[in-house]
């Protein structure tokens, strides 16, 4: 596989100084993110968990991004979260269990103004990350990107895809969306986002956790359709009751669409728990019967395969909230 390495990007001049790209998580979507920032010549610095991921970060001489069997890599600055500098833009990679205890702790870093986006699957941590920093505009997003770690800082770009982005109060459009243009990173601001991440919430609980209990591909659930259908009829009776019509409309067509289109993937959640890693339960699955329960709607469905998963999580060892 060809090779290759970009040296560090020079700092720009006075003139031109860019608005740093700090990035917090370095997972799959945090690595694919730096290197195509890092690509387009902008500034990114990656913030690391310790200083034994700093070492660890060092000696693997930056982070690696493969394409098309093209391998290339970035030396990126990192950092660990207990730096000085100030920051005013800061992408949110890691998992939704993890992103409001990482952002408590830069918090005191944040400028004055300072931006977060918020690139997490399902509902509930944008929402705790906005009131821990209320001084902040917190971005939320809504991403289709393919990637997976190959090994420790290397990436590979699995599946171009989308990225929605806007912020509950219907600001106007962040001004850096040139700069994913730039990237290459195809995206759209949304005035609707958050019924962009009840969708996606929707279609993770119609697929993912059936993909665990059944230990299949996406395509697996073919064989399992009524289910599915049953579960896509009620997800859309209640997101309807909720208020989120749009969210529902035309869900179990969209549904079998996805697993058509995804049929030979194991979902995110099927691959955490492959590896013995906490999943995204309380985002996803959790987080629709909370909702549920809330709005005094009944989902019998939703609550028994949220039961079925939970106990399969601890059959295995892994933690069901």
């Known amino acids: ?151 420790d800082w290397r990436v590979v770009h699995a599946g171009h895809g989308h990225i929605w982005l806007g912020d509950s109060h219907q600001h106007a459009p962040a001004p850096w969306l040139k700069e994913l243009q730039q990237s290459g990173i195809s995206h759209e601001w949304s005035t609707s986002i958050l019924t962009r991440l009840w969708r996606k919430l929707a279609l993770n609980c119609a697929i993912n956790p059936l993909t665990v209990l059944y230990n299949c591909r996406n395509g697996g659930l073919q064989q399992h359709s009524d289910e599915v259908n049953l579960l896509c009829a009620e997800l859309s009776n209640f997101l309807a009751h909720c208020g989120h019509a749009e969210a529902a409309r035309d869900l179990i067509p969209e549904v079998e669409r996805v697993i058509l289109a995804t049929a030979n993937n194991y979902s995110s959640m099927h691959q955490d728990v492959a590896q013995g890693r906490r999943t995204e339960i309380s985002y996803l699955l959790g987080y629709a019967c909370a909702a549920a329960r809330d709005a005094h709607f009944p989902a019998v469905h939703l609550h028994a395969l949220h039961r079925r998963l939970s106990d399969h999580l601890l059959q295995r060892g892994l933690p069901c909230a």
């Open 1 to 151: 596989m060809p090779d290759s390495t970009l040296p560090p990007t020079s700092p720009p001049t006075t003139a031109q100084a860019q608005t740093t790209w700090h990035i917090l998580g370095a997972g799959s979507m945090g690595i694919l993110w730096a290197t195509r920032l890092a690509r387009a010549g902008l500034p990114v610095t990656l913030i690391v968990r310790n200083a034994a991921r700093l070492r660890a970060y060092k000696e693997a001489q930056g982070l690696t991004l493969i394409e098309g069997g093209h391998s290339q890599r970035f030396d990126i600055a990192a950092q660990t979260p207990e730096m000085n500098a100030p920051i005013q833009r800061l992408l949110v990679t890691c998992k939704a269990y993890d992103a409001e205890r990482a952002v408590a702790q830069i918090a005191a870093r944040l400028s004055p103004g300072a931006e977060l986006i918020l690139l997490q699957n399902g509902l509930g941590s944008q929402q705790a990350v906005a009131r821990l920093v209320p001084q902040a505009r917190c971005i939320f997003a809504s991403s289709t990107e393919g990637a997976f770690r190959e090994s």
